[in-house]
């Protein structure tokens, strides 16, 4: 199956916001949208995030993309629409010790995270599709199918607006 996994652009977020599930729209989807539509097989399904900054650039890329919450980016829990800078540092620092496995308070372990991209992905009976969502998706799914240790995932980066290309075997 190829899977063209695409970030959403950059969001309308004050720069040092933890930001993971806190709905903020993006910058100028129509363009995103027009540079992603050259780069893209026509007519693919596209599947996307329920939030919104996802799901503006999805709309443009598809008449009816498919929502799905388990594209949703980690949800940060009690970290959401904190400076990164005021989430007290023993947190960061238990998280920093456990890159795959600490969940901030209320919220989701990276690993978490993974295991519904994953399920989703299991999901899917197409050849073929777009998948507009987050880095943190994107970020653990590639680290998955690629064998990665938890130590090495952040190595794994993507711009916004950007698409990633997998073939995934089934």
């Not at 970030?7 to 004050?14: T, Y």
């Not at 026509?42 to 919450?69: F, G, K, M, Q």
């Not at 970290?79 to 989430?87: F, K, M, N, Q, Y």
């Not at 952040?154 to 990633?164: D, H, I, P, Q, W």
């Amino acid at each position: 199956m190829r899977l063209h996994l695409i970030r959403h652009p950059k969001p309308l977020i004050d720069v040092g916001i933890c930001y993971g599930r806190h709905d903020c729209p993006a910058e100028d989807t129509q363009s995103a949208a027009e540079t992603l539509l050259a780069e893209l097989p026509p007519d693919l399904p596209v599947w996307t995030s329920p939030l919104l900054r996802c799901r503006a650039l999805a709309e443009r890329l598809h008449v009816r993309p498919v929502i799905d919450d388990r594209l949703a980016e980690m949800n940060f829990g009690a970290w959401e629409g904190l400076r990164w800078d005021d989430i007290p540092r023993a947190e960061l620092d238990a998280w920093a010790a456990d890159v795959a496995g600490y969940a901030p308070p209320g919220g989701e372990s990276p690993r978490q995270l993974q295991q519904r991209a994953l399920d989703f992905v299991a999901s899917l009976d197409v050849p073929e599709a777009v998948i507009v969502t987050h880095a943190g998706v994107i970020r653990t799914l590639l680290a998955h199918w690629q064998g990665l240790p938890p130590t090495r995932w952040t190595e794994l980066g993507f711009a916004y607006a950007s698409r990633t290309q997998v073939d995934v075997s089934r």
